[in-house]
């Protein structure tokens, strides 16, 4: 649960942190209320089409909201071919690039 977890922490405690990724998230009700108490923080979140843990309607669902709300800055990286692990390995630049953008 550490994708959904990362999107509950981010909405609860949105003062401790800079940013946000949340891989695959297992988030299969999406929080609009709580992204939009959120819109000004980073989001990026990563998901395999072929992830047979949490399909990938759960990211393209949470990356939509995100666009409605609207969040100011958002990344959806969807991986063609990943699943449910290799997604936790395959942005790792790109997720420690966002990170480090957006640092305090």
Same mark, same amino acid.
């Given at each position: 649960?550490?994708?959904?977890?990362?999107?509950?922490?981010?909405?609860?405690?949105?003062?401790? %942190? *800079?940013? =946000?990724?949340?891989?695959? !998230?297992?988030?299969?009700?999406?929080?609009? &209320?709580?992204? +939009?108490?959120?819109?000004?923080?980073?989001?990026?979140?990563?998901?395999?089409?072929?992830?047979?843990?949490?399909?990938?309607?759960?990211?393209?669902? %949470? *990356?939509? =909201?995100?666009?409605?709300? !609207?969040?100011?800055?958002?990344?959806?990286? &969807?991986?063609? +071919?990943?699943?449910?692990?290799?997604?936790?390995?395959?942005?790792?630049?790109?997720?420690?690039?966002?990170?480090?953008?957006?640092?305090?």
């Amino acid at each position: 649960m550490g994708g959904a977890g990362t999107l509950y922490l981010a909405i609860k405690y949105p003062q401790r %942190w *800079a940013a =946000a990724v949340a891989l695959a !998230p297992a988030a299969f009700t999406v929080d609009r &209320e709580g992204l +939009g108490k959120i819109p000004k923080m980073p989001i990026m979140l990563v998901h395999g089409d072929m992830d047979t843990v949490v399909p990938v309607t759960v990211g393209r669902a %949470w *990356a939509e =909201a995100m666009k409605a709300v !609207p969040m100011k800055e958002y990344h959806y990286i &969807e991986v063609p +071919g990943g699943d449910h692990g290799t997604v936790i390995g395959s942005h790792q630049a790109e997720i420690f690039a966002f990170f480090a953008k957006h640092s305090r």
